[in-house]
């Protein structure tokens, strides 16, 4: 493949154009750090010394939408991003760059969601920074958080049961590549709902939604998945959405992947909107979801456990880790088949 | 209050696909023979491969696509005949989408032209085309039309209603039902039954395919888009073959009638004559090529610079297979180019340029091989 | 789906002149979809396509359709019979 010459949107839209960047560009220059999970892992946040760390740049266009903003944003991504390689988030540093002329109202509306979620989250910022640059020089704010966090209480409780039925586990953390044949495949809600919310208050669209945002830190959900145990991987479909995710996964565990169109939940108002503006639902990203990966013997009792949650209620088992290839694959509602390829990017710009 | 979307919903019934599906097999099994069908609309090519329907269908029974993609069809030398006149002229040309990216006879597109100072706009619809003339009644626009019947009509009612003053037409549609007739008559490859267009086929209506039907009849059907139709309209004309009895069908009830829809029909064909149209990959087909009539000289962009219209064979990208992938002789995956040189953010061929061209969409599903087949 | 040759079911909720305002669901309304190339009404489904109407589309014929083939289907189950 080519190196890009210059950076171009799609270079930041969470697709394969990204990953190209990333393992063309960046680990040319940084990684080869020892480190439990390091660098090259290229998972949802690192591991050094037992401390998870993530971190997240909030580019979201426009800041307040429906169902939240930059702020709450800003907290429950990179809390679910530690959240989903198994750790417990504890901590977050935020920074915020700031272009003159923002309205001190609009900055406290964002400072109060992101207490308030931090709150919902479990965590504190103990440490920021910020900037401001001149008008122009960026689009009203750009909010960055890092989080840290330490083993997940109840990650080695459901990693003792992962053994029972897998010989052998090379990790200690949820990994991408963990998974193995036959693992099945839990989506805990509706998909879609985040990028349409931001459409519909985008310029030059032109459609009304009663559709919000889904975003929302995930820790109910981790906590009850962990506990009934038999969890192997976790990710959350941000950019890209689910055909980004699995075909992640995919390719970092080397194993196919098979999902059921009409066992993934879409709600009928996301469909047809994403129908009429020509827009494939599972590359649309998500900010209050999961998609989590269970030995088959426990998928049933996480599935019901993630169902009493309130994040949780509309989650369904989506498909399964397959032996035979190393696509992802999608039985459509007919019954034929279909490959899901990984996309160049997020088909909606600066929906994180 | 009546819901049409609901009821639309139960187009994509997978307890009745299921048995559509059984019905289908036990009707292949009964023909033994390899049973070829064509269909001529990209967006059927869409559907077929987005549901995944060739997985479920028995070995026997094959869909190819036909030269359902105005973009692909569109002659090389028209694509530089408007880059020539727009720079030379210093006309700004609005396009619809897929248009800008196609390829002329150097590998020259409108795209690419941008960087020779050209002033290209992509519309959605000519309302919008119209609305960037009026606002800016300095520049001289020049509308590239490409499409095919299903286009046309709205270009010709906004002909008639007075297009703006700083606005001329390059017009490269074309009429479909010829190009079935055409295909009737290909005589190394045997198709054994047509899927004829929906959305073509609700405007122009099914009739003006009769007399192509009775030199060489074959079964045809009508058909929707969804996947419950495109399996309706396959077990359709299997029932016709196993019954030897050949007719033209219509399974696009809801949509497609006899007579069309004549109000479109007739808009069009006031403005536009039927004439001899050049169609990439295949030849010139008579009476494919809405050509404006005379008393419309004045908006007609060959007629105001004296422009002739091709009508040789025209050019193909070397090694690259679209001429027999756009008439079913062959499948994108057996092009050498495909998913290798070709590929949709670098397009070779006319048929991965296109949204509907049939590379393009197989590229974006990757369809690799037949390695999906049950 | 590919825009160009697509047309989409829509329902007429006002019309005004030569122009309708159409409803896709989803909450997608367009106004400014040519409706003079059809003999369409408000409350009637159309599909559309480039910005114009193409036919009035017939809920009679949809609810047709699907009824006929399921009780051929049914008819024929288990049969060899065409």
């Given amino acids: 493949m080519n190196l890009p010459r210059r950076i171009k949107m799609e270079h930041g839209a969470g697709g394969s154009a990204m990953q190209q960047l990333l393992r063309e560009v960046v680990l040319k220059r940084l990684g080869g750090m020892k480190a439990e999970v390091p660098l090259e892992e290229l998972d949802d946040a690192g591991v050094y ?8 740049s909030y580019t979201v266009k426009p800041i307040f939408f429906p169902g939240g903003d930059i702020g709450r ?32 109202e609009a900055l406290e509306r964002v400072l ?33 958080t890092t989080g840290i966090g330490f083993r997940h209480r109840l990650l080695d409780h459901n990693l003792r049961i992962v053994r029972r039925y897998r010989e052998k586990l090379e990790f200690n953390w949820l990994l991408d590549r963990n998974l193995r044949p036959g693992d099945k495949i839990i989506l ?5 709902d985040h990028a349409i ?4 208050v985008r310029e030059g669209i032109g459609f009304k939604t009663s559709v919000e945002s889904d975003v929302a830190p995930l820790n109910e959900v981790v906590e009850r998945a962990l506990e009934v145990g038999g969890v192997v991987a976790m990710k959350d479909p941000t950019r890209g959405g689910l055909a980004n995710l699995l075909n992640e996964w995919a390719e970092k565990s080397g194993f196919g992947i098979k999902i059921y169109e009409e066992r993934i939940p879409i709600r009928d108002e996301v469909r047809s909107a994403c129908e009429y503006l020509g827009l494939d639902p599972l590359e649309l990203g998500n900010e209050g979801k999961a998609v989590i990966a269970v030995v088959k013997e426990k998928a049933e009792e996480v599935l019901e456990a993630i169902r009493e949650t309130k994040l949780g209620r509309n989650a369904e088992i989506i498909g399964e880790v397959v032996g035979e290839h190393d696509f992802v694959v999608m039985e459509t509602v007919i019954g034929g088949l279909r490959v899901i390829p990984q996309p160049i990017g997020d088909p909606v710009p600066r929906i994180c | 209050m009546s819901n049409l979307f609901e009821l639309l919903k139960q187009y994509r019934d997978p307890v009745l696909a299921r048995r559509l599906i059984d019905r289908i097999r036990a009707l292949a099994k009964r023909l033994e023979e390899r049973v070829l069908i064509m269909h001529v609309c990209g967006t059927h090519e869409w559907t077929i491969t987005h549901y995944g329907i060739r997985y479920v269908l028995p070995e026997n029974i094959e869909v190819r696509a036909g030269p359902g993609c105005p973009v692909c069809i569109l002659p090389a030398q028209d694509i530089d005949t408007v880059i020539d006149l727009a720079l030379e002229e210093r006309l700004s040309v609005i396009a619809y989408g897929d248009v800008s990216r196609a390829r002329g006879t150097m590998g020259l597109s409108l795209e690419d032209a941008r960087s020779l100072g050209l002033d290209l706009r992509i519309v959605y619809s000519l309302q919008d085309a119209i609305t960037i003339a009026k606002r800016e009644s300095n520049k001289r626009f020049l509308f590239f039309g490409v499409g095919f019947d299903t286009t046309c009509p709205s270009t010709a009612y906004m002909v008639l209603k007075g297009p703006p003053s700083n606005m001329m037409f390059y017009s490269c549609y074309r009429y479909v039902p010829p190009s079935v007739g055409w295909l009737l008559e290909l005589k190394d490859l045997e198709i054994e039954g047509f899927i004829t267009p929906g959305h073509s086929g609700t405007v122009t209506g099914m009739e003006p395919y009769k007399k192509y039907f009775d030199r060489n009849p074959k079964p045809m059907v009508f058909s929707g888009f969804e996947p419950i139709d495109v399996l309706i309209s396959i077990l359709m004309i299997l029932r016709q073959i196993v019954k030897r009895e050949y007719k033209i069908e219509n399974e696009y009830t809801r949509s497609v009638r006899w007579e069309g829809n004549t109000i479109a029909m007739s808009t069009a064909l006031r403005v536009f004559k039927l004439e001899e149209g050049l169609w990439r990959g295949i030849g010139v087909i008579e009476g494919s090529a809405f050509e404006f009539k005379e008393e419309f000289s004045s908006i007609d962009a060959r007629r105001i610079y004296g422009l002739e ?12 297979r679209c001429a027999d992938i756009i008439i079913g002789k062959t499948v994108p995956t057996e092009c050498p180019l495909y998913m290798q040189a070709c590929t949709p953010q670098r397009p070779i061929g006319p048929c991965m340029v296109s949204v509907e061209g049939t590379c393009r969409i197989w590229a974006e599903h990757r369809v690799l091989s037949q390695l999906l087949r049950h | 789906m590919p825009q160009m040759c697509l047309g989409y079911p829509g329902r ?14 989803g909450g997608v309304i367009k106004d400014n979809i040519l409706i003079s190339l059809v003999d369409a009404k408000v409350g009637d489904y159309v599909i559309v396509h480039a910005g114009y109407a193409i036919q009035v589309l017939s809920e009679e014929e949809a609810r047709k359709t699907l ?14 019979r065409v």
């Fill in chain 3, 12 to 25: 007429v909720i006002e019309i005004k002149g030569d122009f309708a305002k159409v409803d896709f669901g």
């Fill in chain 1, 49 to 56: 010394n037992g401390v998870v760390l993530s971190t997240d």
């Fill in chain 1, 197 to 200: 919310a931001l459409l519909s």
């Fill in chain 1, 73 to 104: 944003l800003a907290v429950a991504g990179t809390v679910n991003d530690i959240l989903m390689i198994g750790g417990g988030p504890r901590a977050l540093a935020l920074a915020m760059v700031i272009e003159e002329g923002l309205e001190v």
């Fill in chain 1, 188 to 192: 805990t809600g509706y998909i879609g």
């Fill in chain 3, 67 to 80: 009824e006929l083939w399921r009780s051929i289907l049914e008819s024929e189950e288990g049969e060899e």
């Fill in chain 1, 112 to 144: 109060e969601s992101v207490s308030k979620t931090a709150r919902e989250a479990g965590v504190q910022v103990i440490t920021g920074d910020t900037k401001v640059v001149e008008r122009g020089a960026l689009d009203k704010i750009v909010v960055t």
């Fill in chain 2, 309 to 320: 219209k091709p009508l040789k064979e025209d050019y193909m990208p070397s090694g690259c």
